[in-house]
């Protein structure tokens, strides 16, 4: 296989330079993407990453029934009613029904005081609702409040990663058909109006879960009939300050980044003193330990019966040519 943009014949010093460029290029991109490989996905964002808060002053679920039920008119409505994620906040002091009483206006609620507040910040939803100096009148009973309150707040606060916290508050006498309840701690009170009807109340009610919270100042179950006579007969519920709220989503962290690990260079320890030359050492020839059995001149330690062999072939080799040289003359001289 042929490398593309590589000659076919080149030798093999220039075919290594493209190969080491290509490892740092390599090398490069791999530290690069390190950081990317690491990063975490990005957390999501919306409502349900920021929670939800909602709070209402007064909501009325009626169903009202005429003239011996001949006609039945739902009644669905409320005051101040606000929700959130977008901060919202409202103080209307008056609702008002049209239709429901032989067409003439109906004056349903009435408060001197009317707050309904949500909001949701960073991490933190809450839903607040604020009644003072409130009246709620029923369709077919004009003389008789349903309910007369003094004040009532409730307030729910929900934080991510914490516990929702949920109160509600009853402040006042509280009168009921006419009747003053005694208002002594949460709980269920039953309230009988003779030739009028039954309201039952629940009083500062509160829910709490690990990421939800919802508290209500009072909430009243309504069975009305006016002395029986079917003009106008009334069954729901009329619910009064009432708040909730929904932890927003804990961010979502990413996994710690970890350094990717280099290899460490350590500094080459250098001599202190100045630089001896290195004498350079022939081919062959390895350096010796102090114990060796050496001759100076760096042979083994067979040299000596090397050399004595040689000085003996050395004098009989002198030998011969004294002996060939002395019979040279003889022959010269017969």
């Given at each position: ?12 010093n220039t075919f290594r330079m493209p190969a080491r460029r ?102 933190r939803t809450e839903g607040y609702a604020r009644l003072a ?88 179950r309504v069975a009305v009939n006016p002395l029986k006579l ?105």
């Amino acid at each position: 296989m042929t490398s593309v943009g590589v000659p076919p014949t080149v030798n093999s010093n220039t075919f290594r330079m493209p190969a080491r460029r290509c490892a740092a290029a390599t090398a490069a991109v791999a530290l690069l993407a390190g950081p990317v490989a690491l990063a975490g996905p990005a957390a999501a964002t919306g409502s349900g990453a920021q929670g939800r808060a909602s709070a209402v002053v007064l909501r009325a679920g009626l169903d009202v029934s005429l003239l011996d039920k001949t006609v039945q008119v739902p009644v669905n409505t409320s005051l101040n009613e606000v929700t959130a994620p977008a901060s919202a906040s409202r103080t209307a002091l008056t609702v008002r029904l049209d239709g429901v009483d032989g067409g003439r206006p109906v004056q349903l609620a009435r408060a001197d005081v009317a707050t309904a507040r949500a909001t949701t910040e960073q991490g933190r939803t809450e839903g607040y609702a604020r009644l003072a100096g409130a009246r709620v009148q029923l369709p077919g009973l004009p003389l008789i409040p349903l309910v007369e309150i003094g004040k009532a707040t409730s307030r729910a606060v929900c934080a991510a990663g914490a516990r929702p916290v949920a109160e509600s508050v009853l402040l006042g006498p509280v009168k009921v058909l006419g009747k003053e309840v005694t208002l002594t701690a949460a709980g269920t009170t039953r309230v009988t109006a003779a030739g009028v009807g039954e309201v039952t109340l629940d009083l500062a009610r509160k829910q709490i879960a690990s990421t939800t919270a919802a508290a209500t100042a009072l909430e009243l179950r309504v069975a009305v009939n006016p002395l029986k006579l079917n003009v106008a007969e009334v069954n729901g519920t009329v619910t009064l300050a009432k708040a909730t709220c929904e932890a927003p989503r804990a961010a979502v962290k990413p996994p710690a980044e970890q350094p990717t690990e280099q290899p460490t260079e350590r500094p080459t320890e250098q001599p202190t003193g100045p630089a001896k030359p290195e004498t350079p050492q022939k081919p062959g020839i390895e350096p010796q330990g102090p114990n060796e059995n050496l001759a100076e001149t760096g042979g083994t330690s067979a040299t000596a019966y090397i050399a004595g062999g040689a000085a003996v072939l050395l004098a009989l080799g002198g030998g011969t040519v004294l002996v060939a040289r002395n019979r040279a003359r003889a022959r010269a001289r017969g």
